[in-house]
């Protein structure tokens, strides 16, 4: 199973950033896929998770209301669209991707090397 995370970089606060996850090896649409990321001193957080079908959803109190995750089953990609970003979502953004029965905030089989988010103020 291979995860490339791509669409990082570098963005002024209140600015949008896409970020993609293309997966490859899995059956993607029976995978669930998540986003977590890890800043500089700071352990991984969850930021948002998508079912297989991508009927449902789930968010950090963080991620609600600025990002939003979703998927091209076509496409075997996943997506984090990321509004109105401050200097705290500064991070390496990871995409997971799971089998087992839906739990969002759980741990996942499968990672992706990550992607450098850097918010400016």
């Known amino acids: 199973v291979q995860l490339q995370a791509s669409g990082g970089g570098l963005v002024q606060a209140g600015g949008s950033l896409r970020l993609s996850c293309l997966a490859s090896?899995?059956?993607?649409?029976?995978?669930?896929m998540a986003w977590f990321r890890q800043a500089p001193g700071k352990e991984r957080e969850f930021v948002a998770a998508i079912t297989g079908s991508g009927f449902s959803t789930e968010y950090a109190n963080s991620a609600t209301g600025r990002f939003t995750i979703s998927r091209d089953n076509a496409k075997n990609t996943v997506y984090l669209q990321m509004n109105t970003l401050k200097p705290e979502d500064t991070a390496v953004y990871y995409c997971?991707?799971?089998?087992?029965?839906?739990?969002?905030?759980?741990?996942?089989?499968?990672w992706g090397r990550g992607t450098q988010v850097t918010v400016s103020s």
């Open positions: 090896g899995l059956t993607f649409s029976h995978s669930a």
């Open positions: 997971a991707a799971d089998r087992a029965t839906w739990n969002p905030r759980g741990s996942y089989a499968y």
